[in-house]
């Protein structure tokens, strides 16, 4: 005997037409255009691994020994050979729906009008905050690492300046670019020339600052442009909020790194997906899920920042 719950449910016309508008939908939401998330915008993504990986691994591989001259018959060869390294990380999946109820599918289906699609916008969009959110600051529950507290990633100090500050509000532009020349070449310096950064990540309100206030001298170029000029390694200075009190003690940080997928990038085995509606009640849910491994930097060493700009 069917139950009065149970009669709450869509005729065969009405299934058809919720079916044909759930495909509508997903493409109209797929068309509209976000703000990027920086993260996603700003490093690569790679989704080579696929949904199905529980585990992803990578190795690396390093070589000990020298060279040396040797002599006719000579029998001590120096012994050189390989070492090999890995790591890995759990990919975690990253879930929300959404839902429209019967008689709102009903309704749409007798006046003939499309589902309303902002639903599946919404559901999209948290979804691409998350994985944004912990590209740049992880998720301790997961053990997912984030780019702005990687491990091993090297740490330049600056200097205080002529007002005794650390700050660049403080400091004149020479001393400014000291700082933004000294963390490249610390990267630089310390890998024996290996690890070239070239892109620098700033606070917002520091990057402002150096692209508006000029050298002085009477010149009429800003700080980041000389410095863009000047700089033999920097190709991108990228302005991003994340950074603002990122710092120890809550002061601001700037960072400097490789970008490219050989030295990092955010591990995205699958991308936003949906799932098939699922009655709950008086309405149909929509599940959507996305899984990943957030960031993973291969060289370390190819990464560093600096606290108290």
Not at 27 to 44: E, T
Not at 47 to 67: K, Q
Not at 146 to 156: H, N, T
Request: one cysteine or more; proline letters at 4%.
């Amino acid at each position: 005997m069917e139950t009065k719950f149970d009669s709450f449910k869509l005729d065969a016309n009405e299934s058809v037409f919720f079916k044909r508008q759930l495909e509508s939908v997903m493409a109209r939401q797929f068309d509209v255009k976000f703000r990027p998330n920086k993260a996603l915008s700003i490093f690569p993504v790679d989704s080579s691994d696929g949904p199905a990986a529980t585990e992803i691994t990578w190795r690396g591989f390093t070589r000990a020994g020298t060279a040396k001259m040797v002599s006719d018959y000579a029998h001590d060869f120096p012994r050189v050979d390989v070492y090999g390294f890995e790591d890995s990380v759990k990919p975690k999946d990253i879930g929300d729906s959404y839902g429209y109820s019967i008689q709102e599918i009903r309704r749409a289906a007798m006046a003939g009008m499309p589902l309303e699609a902002r639903r599946a916008t919404a559901a999209r969009q948290a979804i691409d905050d998350k994985i944004d959110y912990i590209a740049w600051y992880g998720d301790t529950a997961t053990n997912l690492k984030g780019f702005l507290d990687y491990p091993s990633i090297a740490e330049y100090t600056t200097t205080s300046g002529t007002s005794g500050d650390t700050e660049w509000s403080a400091k004149t532009a020479d001393e400014i670019l000291k700082d933004m020349n000294g963390i490249v070449h610390y990267v630089v310096e310390a890998t024996n020339g290996i690890e070239l950064p070239d892109t620098m990540l700033l606070p917002l309100g520091q990057y402002n600052y150096i692209n508006s206030k000029r050298l002085g001298d009477g010149s009429d170029k800003t700080i980041l442009a000389y410095f863009m000029e000047n700089n033999q390694y920097i190709k991108s200075v990228i302005p991003v909020v994340e950074l603002d009190g990122a710092g120890s003690g809550g002061s601001d940080r700037m960072m400097v790194f490789v970008n490219d997928m050989d030295h990092l990038c955010i591990k995205l085995p699958l991308g936003f997906e949906v799932g098939e509606a699922d009655k709950k009640g008086f309405e149909y849910q929509i599940p959507c899920v996305a899984r990943t491994a957030g960031m993973v930097v291969f060289y370390p060493a190819s990464v560093a920042y600096a606290d108290n700009i």
